[in-house]
């Protein structure tokens, strides 16, 4: 089993940044697949974007690409998503999720591991 903690969320204005962390433990996180899900209130958990084992594939949902940055660093266990030109809409909880895929899943039932979530909330 692999254990996910995500850090880094907050309050920022419409047009800011963060960078959110998800840090694991209880296996190398080399083994997994990576994503980054979100969720707003009153609406269902929604793909943000994935990761493959190595780093060397990425895949965005359309709302985010090119603002969002999907990242690893399998040395440290840890993964992170660098949020750019944030927009009130993209105020939700955030999920970091594993799963032992070779691929780049991207449905919430793809993934077997999740964090608690962070909240982020961009005023506007």
């Known amino acids: 089993q692999v254990q996910l903690v995500e850090s880094g969320g907050g309050l920022v204005q419409a047009g800011g940044s963060l960078r959110l962390s998800c840090a694991a433990s209880?296996?190398?996180?080399?083994?997994?697949?990576m994503a980054w899900f979100r969720q707003a209130p009153g609406k269902e958990r929604e793909f943000v974007a994935a990761?493959?084992?190595?780093?060397?594939?990425?895949y965005y949902t359309d709302s985010v690409k090119g603002r969002f940055t999907i990242s690893r660093d399998n040395a440290k266990n840890t993964v992170y998503l660098q949020m750019n030109s944030l927009k009130p809409e993209d105020t939700a909880v955030y999920y970091c999720?594993?799963?032992?895929?070779?691929?780049?899943?991207?449905?919430?039932?793809?993934?077997?591991?999740w964090g608690q979530g962070t909240q982020v909330t961009v005023s506007s």
């Open positions: 209880g296996r190398t996180l080399s083994r997994y697949a």
């Open positions: 990761i493959s084992r190595s780093g060397g594939s990425t």
């Open positions: 999720a594993g799963d032992a895929s070779s691929g780049l899943p991207y449905r919430v039932y793809d993934y077997v591991y």
